[in-house]
Structure formats: C-alpha cells, structure tokens
C-alpha cells in the first residue's frame, strides 16, 4: 500500500513540524498533478455499437479517429476483453489532444492513468526460525480467530480452485511454495508484466518469469499457499489451491493503472476463480480505470479481493483504489494477539532485562550509563521546558525521562539541547505504545522499569544499559491484540459507498518470504488480510461448489456471517465503526454452514440529502427444520469523521461517540419453516447531531436463530455530503492561508504583479483539498471580475467524466464571462500530510490548456471545486477562489 514506513504508531509530528507552520518557501514551485501526464486509458465501444464501423477492429476505428484529427499517439496497450473493457492505453505527445477524442463516435470514456506506490508492510521483520522470538506464539491463531482451522479439519484446503494474485511476484523456489513453476507446480503459471528495472516512470519489459523482487507477493502468496511439514508448524488457508502470480513491480517504484488492468483481464482470461490484489492508493474514488474494471469482473462472477489500505492514520474518507471498486471486496486488517518488542540489558544493580516499545533495536552500541532529571517519578512536566544551566553534557548518557504535558518531540528537544544522543521515555499511565520520535533513538518503557532506574540514579548506582543488536524480540502481548489494526484505512468513499467490506487478520503475520531474504518473515498490513480473505473464498468454492451465482454472492455471505469487532478493550466501548471495520471480522466456517440466507449485506442509508430511511432485507430459511429467529439493533461507535471546528477529516483513531440511529423492525421474531423466507422492513431515523462533524453513523441488526448469529450492517451520514468544503481556505496546514499565487520569490502575491515568464518569474497557484472533489477547474477571468451574482450555467460540461481542459465555448461564472480554461481535473482525492504533500501546486504559463496563447494583459485566475454530490450547472455547489491580478507580459 501507498504507505510511509511507520512505526507501529505513525505520526506525522515526528519531524517536530508543526502544523499551520509549514513555510511559503518550502514549497517547489512546480505542478504536480496525481495523474501521470500525457498517458490517458481509452474505453470503446465494441463494433457492433459504432456506427459507420466498416471493417476495421474497433482499436483500428479509434486509431483512425485520432489520425483524422492529427493527433499524435503511441499505443502502450490493447485491451481487448469482450463485455469487461475493450479500450487501449495511450500515450499522446500533447496531453490536450485528449480533447479531440471527446466527440468522437464510438469513444465510451477517458479516463486519466493513476500511479500506485509499491506496497510498503507497515512492518516487516525477517525471522531466523521457529524459536525466534518475533514468530507469534500461536502461528495457527489467525486460523482460529476465523474458522479455517475448523475446515482444515474437515479436509478443506482449496483443491481445484484457481488464485491470481497481482503483486511484486513470488518466489516460487520456496520449497513451502511448491518449488516450481508451470504445469503441475501449485505454482503453475503467471506472468512478469514490468521487468525488474520498471519504476512506474519508465518502459516496462515483460517476460514470462514472475520471479518476486522484494518480498512483498511471496509473503501474500504463503498467507494463501503454505504447505504444511515446513518449521514453523503453520499453513496457508487454502494451500491447496493453485497460483497464478502476475507481477505487476519492478524492484524499485509504482505501477500505473494500465498496467493492473492489463493483469486483472489476463487473470480472467486465464480462468482464475479469485483474483487478490494487496496494492492500491487512497483517493477516495470508485472512478479509477482499474476500480471500474476490478468491479466489473467481480459483477462478471468472478471474486476480486483488495486491500483497504495502511492510512488508517488519515482518518476517515480515504478510501483505496482500486478496492474501492464497487462491486469488489476490500480488505480491513486486524491485529493478531502478540507484538514483538526489544529489550535492554540492564547491569550495576539486579534486574531484568526492560522491554522498549520499538520492533527493531535502538541503533545503540556499548553500555551508557543513565542519567535522570527529576527525582519525583510522579512529575507531569518532565524536560518540557529548557533544561537548567546546571545541566552537565548528557551525550555519555541514556536520559531517563517521564511521559506527559508536552509532545515526546519537545522533550527530545529540549534534552538533545544538551548533548544527550539517547533517551527511555516511561509511562505516566496513558499506556504503553509506540511514539514517534523521528530519528532520534528513544523508545517508551513501562512505568515500573522507569520509577526503578530513577530510584536506583538517585541512590547512586552504577546503573549500565545495554542494547542487543541481535538477540531477537520478546513477545508482548498486544495491547490492540484482537482489535481493527491502527493503520487499517477509514472509509466510506467521497460518495459514501460501504468501503472497507469486511476484515481479516493482518497485522503481526508470519508468512514465506524469498528464500535469498531467509525463508520467513513476519509483516503487517491490509496486504496480509487481503489474501486471507481469498484463500477464504478459495475454501467457500470448494466447499459449496465453484459457479458465477455463489462467487457474485460471496461478499453478502462474508459480510453477514462477519464477526463484530470492538473499538477497544474497555468494557462499555461502543463497537469499531463500521467505516474501518466493514462488516467484521470474517468467519469462512459460519458462511460456509450457517443454514440462513440474509440478503443484502448492506444498508446504506446515504447522506441527508438523499436519506434512505427505509430498507427492506429477506432472512431466509436453509436449513431442514423450522428455526426461530430474533432480530436485534447492534449499533457500532458514531464516527466524528470531521474535527470539531475545523474542516478538516480527524485523524485516526477517529473519535466514537454513542450517539446512534433508531431502527423500527417490521418483526422481531418470527419462525420460518425449512425453506421460507420473511422480508423484513427497517425504519431508521438518525438522532440530533452536529452536522457540522459530518458524523457517521453505523450499525448491526443481528438475526440471532440459537447460535447461529448473523447480521446485516448499515452506514449513514447525518449531514449533506454538499454541505462539505472542498477548497481549503484557511492556514492550517502553512503559514499563511491557501489557496495563493506565490510569486517569483516564492511569496504569497497580494499586490497585482506582472509576470515575464522568463526563468523563476512565473505565477505558481498553491492549493489544498480538505475533502475530495468531482471536478476541479483552474480558468483564466477578467482582472475585474467580482465573485457575487446569479448562476448563469452556460459554458459548464455535462456528460461523461474527463481530466484534460474542453475545447472552451466561452462561458461564466458569476455573471463574468471567464476567458479559459488553464486546468481540469476530475475526481480529485483529499490532500493529507501524512501521506503525500499536503498540497498541490500548478505552474501557471502563458497558455490556456489547449496550448493556445493567452494574450498580454490583466488577469486573475478563478480557482473552483464542485462538491460531492454537487450539480456541476449550479454556482452554488462549487467552492470558488479568485487569485490576485497576475499581469501576463510574456
Ligand atoms: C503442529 O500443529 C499440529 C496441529 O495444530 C499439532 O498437532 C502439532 O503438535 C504441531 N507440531 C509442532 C512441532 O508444533
Ligand atoms: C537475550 O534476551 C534474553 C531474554 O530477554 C536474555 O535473557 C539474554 O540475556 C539476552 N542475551 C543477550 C546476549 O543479550
Ligand atoms: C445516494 O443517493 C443518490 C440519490 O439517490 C444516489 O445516486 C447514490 O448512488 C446514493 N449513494 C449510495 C452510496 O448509495
Ligand atoms: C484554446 O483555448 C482558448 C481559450 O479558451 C480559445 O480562445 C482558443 O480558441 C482555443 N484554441 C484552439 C486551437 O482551440
């Protein structure tokens, strides 16, 4: 997943930057646009539906279309897959000529080529063998908390059924993965579609040899695919099932949406029954090519499982694409039971070796004596301020210091002001996790270890810490163990679809890696869920038979035999919501026995302005004999999905509260005989909030027969999607407020200035997005233009979605007539400093986007996002900003 390599806790603070102090000047004063330039992926439409197609391929028909109009293209790659995407990916010489295809017969759609960066574990740890501390205890436990072990017993592995995994390749050598590859291997076939020096940037060379680089595929694929008999007494869910590994990463970079479509049609031409996919990048969209086509084949009968992703730190509307595919299942990610940590040796007094919260030892060699600044363990402020004069060099030592008050950075600071190169922070009680301190080697202990090195420093013993560079981990039981991972991805999508579907386990996995990189190893991430839940859909076709009907019914089965998972451990905590925990935790036995049938899976109630209060969902009677039922309302934890006061998305966790929807149920309880069915009508009402949180509420109703428990889960939001702000026009994120046109110095303009277009002096518009938009316009006005008036529509595009500048037909806004477009962009995701940026920036030049010219003069430039569920006629539905006088004197 698109992902920064974090700690188990990430945080965009560890730089000790502070928000709303970012300067002007660092920002680089070039476009940087979230597509990839010039490259454009265009759908068509099969012969028989274009007319005057006289006997050319429909490729040769768009081909000639754009020779007709002197456009220059390249051909990247055909798709040809009848009924799923007929379309090639182009590269154009001039990115505007994209105009030229809108009106030309046959064309379906074009869509702009997304970049996704490799998937990086949000941990990843190689493990010498069975007795190596970082192997969790119980190597089955993720098999338990999910029923496969029940089927394991019943001598279900998968046999027969067929998964392509899209990925960085597999190391098919690994003697636990078959040793082989081809015919009769359970790797039996795949295909390299980049070549190991593909970066994303550059030609990819395709061969028939998916060997993996870098690890990452190896590990998916023994999460689906390990065989039993190796070391560490653990296998796969469906390790019978045979593989397909289409490698779609070089060693180094990203991939481009043409490239996953290509494999995605290549899995379905080679007939596998699931493609698994553990990569993406968050955009909030179900537009992206390779979303739209993941969808389709879903819908086509085949099963398609994505990640969800790793920025569950980003809070909530930041869903991934392609899992954000509306008819895929994506992937949230739960932690397993154990965390491995390290410790340090303690000598000069008896005691045990401390545990310190990080995965990979403190850069530390030799032995420090420590030294403590306060005496009172009880101190809330510790090393918050500058430390006194009297302070002595502190680099020999490891500075002992307590929790609280202040950001674990402030404390670093102000000690690393005096020399110190190490630091053990003890708790104060608020728990022991991971802190981010950025490079600085320091780690939190646990309040006990802290209170005896500052009695033992003022009792003055010859304290000594040591720090093993390799004597493994220990394994502490995780505090989340059992819980929705911190970094699994929040949902829903800017258009409130049900994102993620359901949860596997994925964090603190131990799986194969290849066997130049030691054989096993353990990782983190929706990646590890992701092909969990195919392996699981591997052993549902085994058991229930393979067909399109079972595989198209496969997400509603997952979803209502799901398992419930809370928001923590604390007794009385509302449930996870449903907006990172999808429906639950899966439970491949129960959807494979469960005699019930509950259909749909999802309620979605939408936003307020297009509430759908009232559902109806059937409960159905498999079984052989008359079962009786009970129908409960189990509502999860209400998502604060916007910090309160601001415009921005809360970070993760994102805040619960327990407000919660009412729900009127047609029965309660009812018996149906073997074979019925009953619909039943839900009523919801939402209570009184804060619209202004934009709060999601989320829920269960829970079809209780004995046991057997099921459910079906709801999502609504108690605001108006177009009430949300798109542009941010505040000075949150920098020093001064956005949007700006920063001038040749790098400035913010506030005086007309003119512009020659000669080296630095050009105008650059910097932006940002507190929420994503459908449509994002950058044109060129009268320098007097004023932003008040009535909605005159002309000039506004209709019909299908496109990201290149229109011919211009004129046009206004606010009664002033706007002179031209300078950039389109459409379905544009949030920005987020945790995980690009945190901005964007267009390099304004002396041309419209269509290359043509501007004139010398007086200008401003009016800058419009439309908001979600916006009408892009209506004024009013678009956050607008009109920039200083710029002076165009090229
Ligand atoms: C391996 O797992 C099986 C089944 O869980 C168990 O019976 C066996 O004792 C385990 N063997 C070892 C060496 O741990
Ligand atoms: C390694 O860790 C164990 C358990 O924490 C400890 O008992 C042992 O002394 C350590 N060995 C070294 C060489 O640090
Ligand atoms: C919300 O309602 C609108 C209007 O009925 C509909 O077009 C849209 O698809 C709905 N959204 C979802 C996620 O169902
Ligand atoms: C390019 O765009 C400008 C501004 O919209 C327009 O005036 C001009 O005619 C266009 N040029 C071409 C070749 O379409």
């Not at 709303?20 to 660092?26: D, K, Q």
């Not at 072990?149 to 597999?170: A, E, P, R, T, Y």
């Not at 509306?326 to 932690?335: H, M, Q, T, Y």
């Amino acid at each position: 997943m698109k992902s920064l390599a974090w700690a188990l806790v990430p945080s965009v603070l560890s730089t000790g930057l502070a928000l709303g102090a970012v300067p002007l000047s660092s920002v680089k004063r070039v476009s940087n646009q979230p597509t990839v330039a010039n490259k454009f992926i265009v759908e068509v439409d099969t012969l028989a539906n274009i007319p005057n197609k006289r006997d050319l391929s429909a490729h040769e028909f768009l081909y000639e279309s754009l020779r007709k109009r002197d456009v220059a293209f390249e051909v990247d790659k055909e798709y040809d897959s009848q009924g799923l995407f007929v379309g090639a990916a182009l590269t154009l010489n001039n990115a505007n000529d994209a105009a030229a295809l809108i009106n030309t017969p046959g064309i379906k759609a074009i869509r702009p080529v997304r970049k996704f960066a490799r998937p990086v574990p949000v941990k990843n740890q190689p493990v010498k063998g069975p007795k190596d501390p970082n192997v969790p205890p119980d190597t089955q436990s993720t098999h338990i908390l999910t029923g496969v072990d029940k089927l394991h017993n019943q001598g279900l592995f998968g046999k027969g059924i067929k998964i392509g995994s899209i990925d960085s390749g597999l190391d098919y050598n690994h003697p636990s993965l078959g040793g082989g590859f081809g015919a009769g291997h359970k790797v039996s076939g795949g295909w390299d579609f980049v070549g190991d020096d593909y970066t994303g940037e550059n030609e990819p060379k395709p061969d028939a040899d998916p060997m993996d680089c870098g690890g990452h595929g190896t590990h998916v694929a023994g999460i689906i695919g390990a065989d039993p008999g190796n070391e560490f007494n653990t296998t796969g869910v469906a390790y019978q099932a045979s593989l397909n590994a289409y490698r779609v990463f070089g060693c180094d970079g990203s991939v481009t949406d043409d490239i996953i479509i290509d494999a995605l049609l290549r899995g379905v031409r080679d007939q596998q029954d699931i493609l698994t996919l553990s990569l993406g990048g968050s955009d909030g969209w179900s537009e992206s090519s390779s979303s739209v086509v993941a969808s389709r084949i879903a819908a086509s009968g085949k099963i398609v499982t994505i990640a969800a992703g790793n920025e569950g730190a980003s809070g909530s509307w930041y869903t991934s694409s392609p899992g954000n595919g509306i008819d895929v299942i994506s992937v949230a990610s739960l932690d397993n039971t154990v965390v491995p940590l390290q410790t340090a040796n303690v000598a000069g007094v008896e005691h045990g070796p401390i545990i310190y919260f990080q995965t990979f030892p403190l850069k530390l060699a030799g032995s420090y004596p420590i030294y403590v600044l306060s005496k009172d363990t009880t101190i809330p402020n510790d090393a918050c301020d500058p430390l006194p004069e009297s302070t002595p060099d502190l680099s020999k030592y490891v500075v002992i210091v307590r929790r609280g008050t202040c950001t674990f950075v402030t404390k670093i600071n102000n000690i690393a002001a005096k020399g110190a190169k190490a630091a053990l922070i003890y708790d104060n009680g608020n728990g022991f996790t991971a802190v981010s301190v950025g490079d600085f080697p320091a780690a939190l202990i646990q309040a006990a270890d802290g209170e005896f090195l500052v009695q033992q420093f003022f009792a003055g013993a010859p304290v000594l810490l040591s720090f093993p560079q390799d004597n493994g981990s220990v394994s502490f039981p995780n505090p989340d163990g059992g819980l929705i991972s911190s970094f699994s991805t929040y949902g829903p999508t800017n258009d409130f679809y049900f994102k993620p579907s359901i949860a596997a386990p994925g964090g603190n996995i131990l799986s194969t890696v290849p066997l130049n990189q030691g054989a096993w190893g353990v990782k983190s991430g929706t990646s590890m869920a992701t092909p969990f839940v195919a392996g699981s859909a591997a052993l549902y076709l085994q058991a229930k038979g393979r067909s399109a009907a079972l595989s198209k019914g496969i997400r509603t089965v997952f979803e209502t035999n799901a398992q419930r998972v809370a928001s923590s451990h604390t007794d009385g905590d509302p449930l996870q919501t449903v907006t990172q925990q999808g429906a639950g935790l899966i439970n491949v036995y129960d959807a494979i026995y469960s005699t019930t049938l509950i259909t749909p899976g999802q309620l979605i109630l939408n936003d307020t302005a297009h509430f759908k209060g009232q559902h109806t969902f059937s409960v159905k009677n498999t079984g052989k004999t008359p079962k009786k039922y009970t129908l409960t309302h189990v509502p999860a934890g209400t998502a604060v999905t916007v910090e309160p006061g601001t415009i921005f998305p809360s970070k993760g966790r994102v805040p619960l509260t327990t407000a919660s929807v009412k729900v009127d149920l047609s029965h309660k309880t009812f018996t149906l005989s073997a074979g019925q069915a009953l619909p039943i009508t839900a009523r919801f009402t939402l209570p009184k909030g804060d619209a202004k949180t934009f709060p999601v509420y989320s829920g269960f109703i829970e079809i209780a027969s004995g046991s057997e428990k099921q459910h079906v889960t709801y999502l609504g939001l108690g605001a108006s999607l177009k009430d949300k702000q798109v542009l941010d026009n505040t000075d949150y994120f920098f020093d001064s407020p956005v949007p700006a046109i920063l001038n040749a110095a790098g400035e913010s303009q506030t005086a007309p200035t003119d512009y020659t277009f000669k080296g630095e002096d050009f105008p650059t518009l910097l932006y940002r997005l507190a929420f994503g938009t459908p449509s994002f316009r950058v044109d060129l006005v009268d320098s007097n233009i004023k932003l008040t008036g009535t909605l005159n529509p002309r000039g506004f595009f209709k019909g299908p979605w496109f990201s290149f500048p229109r011919p211009n037909k004129g046009g206004s806004f606010a009664k002033v007539k706007t002179i031209g477009p300078l950039s389109e962009l459409s379905f544009i995701p949030r920005h987020d400093e945790g995980q690009d940026t945190g901005y964007g920036t267009f390099a304004i030049t002396p041309t419209f986007a269509n290359g043509t010219g501007i004139p010398n003069g007086q200008y401003r430039v009016l800058v419009r996002t439309l908001r979600v569920t916006g009408d892009h006629t209506k004024e009013e539905d678009y956050d607008a900003w009109l920039s200083p006088i710029i002076g165009i004197k090229a």
